[in-house]
Each structure stands twice: as C-alpha cells, then as structure tokens.
T-cell receptor
C-alpha cells in the first residue's frame, strides 16, 4: 500500500483556519485519499475523501495537488471540538473493499 | 440510526480466559472490519468481511484470535486464551461497499484489559 507522511502535531487557535498537510508521493492513479479523525476516547470518524478534484463538505475541505503527491485538509474555523488525531489514508480502488491502513496521524491541539 | 453497536464496552479478564467481543453493524452495510488500537502500535486492521465472508485476516496476530460473521447483522471476535499483551481497545466498523468509497462507520470500541 502507498504510504502517507503527516506532521506529528499541529496547533491552532479557536475560530482560525487550520491546514493539515499530507504527503503521499507514491500514490497510484486509482488510490483515493481519505481523512478520518479520532476524538479522545472515541472511534475514528470519516471526515472527507477525494480522488483528483478538490472536495468540500460540511466538515472540511480537501485540497489535492495537481500531481496528487500531496493533499491538505482544511478546517475553515477550528473549534475546541476539532481537537483530535487526524489521519490521512490512501485506499486502493478495485476490490480492496475500502480497507484502511492507519498511520500515526497528526495530533491537532486547538487553543481557546 | 443506531450506528455500529459493540459489546461489552469494557472487559476485564484474567490471563488464560476466553474473551468474546461482539459487533452489530449498521443495517444494510455489507462490509465489516475489526481493528485494534494500542499506544505502541496505533490502529491496526485485524480482519474484514464482505457479505459475511472473511476477505483478509492477515492482520490477526496469531491463532488465539478468531472472528466470525454468521449473518449480516452480527460478528464476533474471540481471543482464547487471552494474554496481557492483548489489552487494547478493539473497534468494529462497517461500510456500504460501492458508495462513498471507503467511508467506514466505527463503533465506540471495547476496552479490553487482561490481567
């Protein structure tokens, strides 16, 4: 499976935008880019995913580089509830059934 | 929608005992995943099923671990005999194959402590 690289930790202030980077230089043409987050003492939850084009949903935006070797998760206005571990994950298309391989993720701290 | 249901939420047992963790996926989902999370190893995929059939069990640590999915609404993960190194949080997740690729819905987890 193609691997991802994320910073170990990032900090933000409440109500400011947060840009969480992810490098995936060995991504293949059919790999989807997924972001999940895990709040303290909870199971992971889906945030967003994309293939080639930038994506927006109610939680966040996903900006994908033109060469697809990197992507950025954007939280437009961080809240205290956004403090979590954020995982960037690649999933293969075809018959992988959406198998997820979690790395260490980025610990996001949000200051009031 | 009740979400993914796991039981028990907490389990404390002694080394050598059998442990059974249970999972009820979201109704209509046809893929089910078992994960384990520890501080040392992070989140690891143990096994996953599609349409009740085990697809990949390469993450199962050893023969002491077994998983079954007798029907679309129930799965178990069994450890026998349990060892202290099995202490972890075990998550079950389900997804609907073919829609919103890879979006998995996770349960609240079972925290297992083996003394």
């Amino acid at each position: 499976d193609a691997k991802t690289t994320q910073p170990n930790s990032m900090e933000s202030n409440e109500e400011e935008p947060v840009h969480l980077p992810c490098n995936h230089s060995t991504i293949s043409g059919t790999d989807y880019i997924h972001w999940y987050r895990q709040l303290p003492s909870q199971g992971p939850e889906y945030v967003i995913h994309g293939l080639t084009s930038n994506v927006n949903n109610r939680m966040a935006s996903l900006a994908i580089a033109e060469d697809r070797k990197s992507s950025t998760l954007i939280l437009h206005r961080a809240t205290l509830r956004d403090a979590a571990v954020y995982y960037c994950i690649l999933t293969a298309g075809g018959t992988s059934y959406g198998k997820l391989t979690f790395g260490q993720g980025t610990i996001l701290t949000v200051h009031p | 929608d009740a979400g993914v249901i796991q039981s028990p939420r907490h389990e404390v047992t002694e080394m050598g005992q059998e442990v059974t963790l249970r999972c009820k996926p979201i109704s209509g989902h046809n893929s089910l995943f078992w994960y384990r999370q520890t501080m040392m190893r992070g989140l690891e995929l143990l096994i996953y099923f599609n349409n009740n059939v085990p697809i990949d069990d390469s993450g199962m640590p050893e023969d002491r671990f077994s998983a079954k999915m007798p029907n679309a609404s129930f799965s178990t993960l069994k450890i026998q005999p349990s060892e202290p190194r099995d202490s972890a949080v075990y998550f079950c997740a389900s997804s609907l194959e073919g829609t919103r690729w890879g979006e998995q819905f996770f349960g609240p987890g079972t925290r297992l402590t083996v003394l």
